[in-house]
Every structure is written in structure tokens, then in C-alpha cells.
DNA sequence: CGTGACCGACCGACTGGTCGGTCGGTTGAT
DNA sequence: ATCAACCGACCGACCAGTCGGTCGGTCACG
């Protein structure tokens, strides 16, 4: 059947994260994998082209799911503001859940070489237009004075990134305690619009 | 003369930080910096024990001196608060002014293996100790009001780095041009305490 | 039903290029 | 003579990727 084919490149995907999770890229060999997956090299290879490739199948499953739940968050609530917040919410717990997939994602593997670092640019760009989505929306909302959304979002996904990655390194702060404060200070940072401004829905 | 040793080890430091700058950790052999050096490969293991541990030293170097030229920013100011706010245009101006140097720092060689993410988490944690110091002294002074410092220091350098990595690898917005976005959003995060506080010196 | 051609999935020994590191030797200053 | 500094041919571990082969299923056909 069709459907074995899928299940065996599942088991590959699976055992591939939890390996780039333990020992990062180059230490894991293709072996590892292999024998993780009770497979044989040759067998891994029938699934997939290179290491590379299986490394960037990784990466973007990784992402979408994260990506997913941030948008269902943020679409359960009623204002943009409170959306951005719900997703920066989601995707800390998220993270914080699994701290082996949140190193695949957010450390291993980017900058060695020029495929890695175009994956770096293009998964960061995916978080980074889903912040600024919601920020423009905020702003077109009236609920944030105008801002140069592109710069803050980076920044919202740099300090999360960060405290994400120290946890990740330190185990401490865990991001259910550094969450409350980072909604502080991020969204704090947003300036309210003053009275005489209103929302212009087009 | 010893100082003839020194210049040498310069030399090589130099040439490492362009070179993986320009490619990378493993993308740069040994063979390549000894060529930039017009050493051969056994001159330069005369100087180095190993390419790791050259790499080490140029991020020593870097991170040393950008911590320094960040503190002497700040030790120009009045108010700790100030201080802050100089060392975080100190630090984007300086990365934003050598990009490949930025690349070294803030990218290049980390998650390859534990010691360079234990070097990850030695020079980051470095940079954070400053940022929260600054922190705590402007908590102190009574200019805002307490907060977990610790958190919020990464939030800072997770924001820094991020606006920083991504002019890097996409060329724009200039850190110059982020700067006072990046200003506002952090520092205005920061709650000014009410009237009825006042600083307690130690 | 039997059978044999065919094929997708998988096996695992092997290869071949790469590159960090070594080592015996040379040079030049003191 | 001595030794720090340097040379560069060479070594050998490492590992992604290959390739000839196996094996169980299945399907057309008599």
C-alpha cells in the first residue's frame, strides 16, 4: 500500500527530530537515523535524497505546526491586540512544552553553510510576517499608535527566540515564568493611541 | 623578539574572523586562514592547538570588546537608564557598521557540537550580565520600576540580535534605521514607576 | 488455481573525497 | 650551536552517498 510509504518517512521525520535534537546536525550521521528507525542507510536513502534535505523536511514540519497553532490562537480572540498577545502566549507554552524541537527549530543546524543559513532567512521570515500581521492589524485597528511593524516584529521574535534558546541551554528561566513577563514589556512597549484617533475601517 | 609571536597570532586572528565570517565555521578550513596568513598549515598549529580553538579566541576577542565599547557608552551617562539606552545604540552601531564581523558573532559556528554552544551560552550569558546590570542600577535609581531583569535582559539581546542577524543575512532594515524603533519598544516596555516611589540608596 | 514476471521497499558492505592534524626537516637570528 | 618559528608532504579517520542484491507481495494470464 501508499500508505506504509508514508508511515515509514513519518517514523524517519520523527526519529530524525528527536536525533537533530540530541546531538545537532553534524554530530547525528545518517546511520544514527537509520538505525533509530530500524532501518538500514540504504533503506533511509530510498525515502530520502541527502541528510540536507531530511534536515529541511524537519525544519518545516516543525515550523507549520507552530506557525498553525499560533494563527488558531490568535483567530480565537476578538481584537488584534489580543490575538498577538494569545500567539506569543501559545507559541512560548508551546516551545516550552518540548524543549528538543524548540533546539531543532531554533538553534541546530542554521549557519553551516549557505543552504542552511537560506532556511534560517526563509522559516525566521514565516515567523516574523505572522507577528507583523497581527501588529499591522493592531494598528489598523486603532488599539497601537502606527509603527514601523517590520523592525518590532523582529524584535518580538528576537526576545522570544532568546529566552527560548537560554532555557533551552540553562533550563532556566522556564518561558511559563519569563511569559508574563514578556507580555509585559513587549506589548507594554506598544504605545496607545491617543483619544483623539479612531479606528478607520476600510 | 616575543613580540614578533604575538603579531603573528594577530595576524591569524584576524584573518579567521573574516574567513568565517565569509564562509563559515566548517566551510572554512585550516588550509584557507593559513593561506590568508601566508602560513602554511604547520606554522599556523605552531600558534593554535586546534581550528576550534582559534575559532574560540576570535569570539573571545569579538565579544571583549564590544562589551567594552558598550560599558564606556554607558559610563558616559548620567542616569543608568541613559546608559542603557547609549549602550544599546553603541552595540546596533557597531555591529552595523561590519557586517561579516556581526555574522561571527551572532550566527556563525554555534550548534555544531557542545563546546561551541557552551561557548553560545558563555558569551551570550556575558552580554545579558550587561544588559541586566544596566537593568538593575536604572531599577535601583528608582527610574523604573522592578521587574525580573533577568528576563527582560534577554528580551533585549534576543531583539538585538535578531534585527542584527536578520540585516545580516537580508541586508535590510539597517540597524540605523532600527535603532530608535528599537529604542522606543524596549525602553518604553519599561514601566516608569509612580510618584509615590523614590530611590532607596543602599 | 498455479506460476512467473515485475516492483516497491529495504539491505549493508563498500567507496571516495575531504580535511584536521602530524612530523621530520629547514631557516635565520642570537 | 641552539632554538623558536615555520614549512608542506603526508596520514588516516570519518561519513555521506552508492550499488548490486534480497525479499515479499501482487497481478496478468492460461
Redesign the interface.
Known sequence: MAVQRETTRDRILEAAENAFGDK????TLVDDIAGRTSLSKGGFYFHFPSKEDLFFAVIDRLASRLTRRAEEAAGRCESPLAGADAALSEVLTTLGRRRRLAKVLL???????SAF?QK??EV?GQF?AVIQDGLDRAVEAGEISP??T???S??????????I??WI??GT?APS??LP??R????????RPTADREASNG
Open positions: 545537532g546536525y553534524h554530530e538553534v541546530q543546524g542554521y549557519s553551516m553553510g543559513e534560517r532567512v525566521f516574523a509603527i514601523d517590520e523592525v518590532v523582529r524584535a518580538w521574535l528576537g526576545a522570544v527566540n532568546e529566552v534558546v537560554n541551554y540553562r528561566p515564568d519569563a513577563v514578556l509585559k514589556v513587549l506589548v507594554g512597549g506598544l504605545e
